[in-house]
């Protein structure tokens, strides 16, 4: 189950609405305990620019904080493991992590997602 807290409200209902037809993703109404929580990133929880997730990558990431494997990922997200893959490969790229664990620790250091 995943949160958006994002003070932009139109920012907050652009999220609700790509996310809405992942299958197998719940999300949480306000109020409502979640497994992740996704904020919007600003000049003091980012690292730098090049951290900027992508709507997928926030997806993958926040089946990876589930953890989700390479192959649940993609089968929960319609997508080959190969792509997959490559998403998890850029996400602990733009983290600067060592592991799939190490990546989802960064992006809750940086407040990037809270768990």
């Known amino acids: ?59 993958v990431l926040a089946l990876m904080a589930e953890g989700a494997s390479n192959k649940a990922i993609a089968r929960r997200l319609g997508i080959s493991v190969h792509t997959a893959k490559f998403h998890v490969g850029s996400l602990l790229d733009k983290l600067d992590a060592t592991g799939r664990t190490d990546a989802v620790a960064q992006a809750v250091r940086q407040g990037v997602i809270h768990l």
Request: charged letters at 30%; hydrophobic letters at 55%; glycine letters at 4%.
């Open 1 to 59: 189950m995943i949160a958006i807290d994002v003070a932009d409200a139109a920012l907050s209902e652009r999220l609700l609405a790509s996310l809405a037809d992942v299958p197998g993703l719940r999300l949480a109404r306000r109020g409502e305990a979640a497994d992740v929580t996704v904020v919007a990133a600003d000049a003091t929880t980012a690292a730098d620019a090049d951290a900027t997730l992508t709507r997928r990558e926030f997806e």
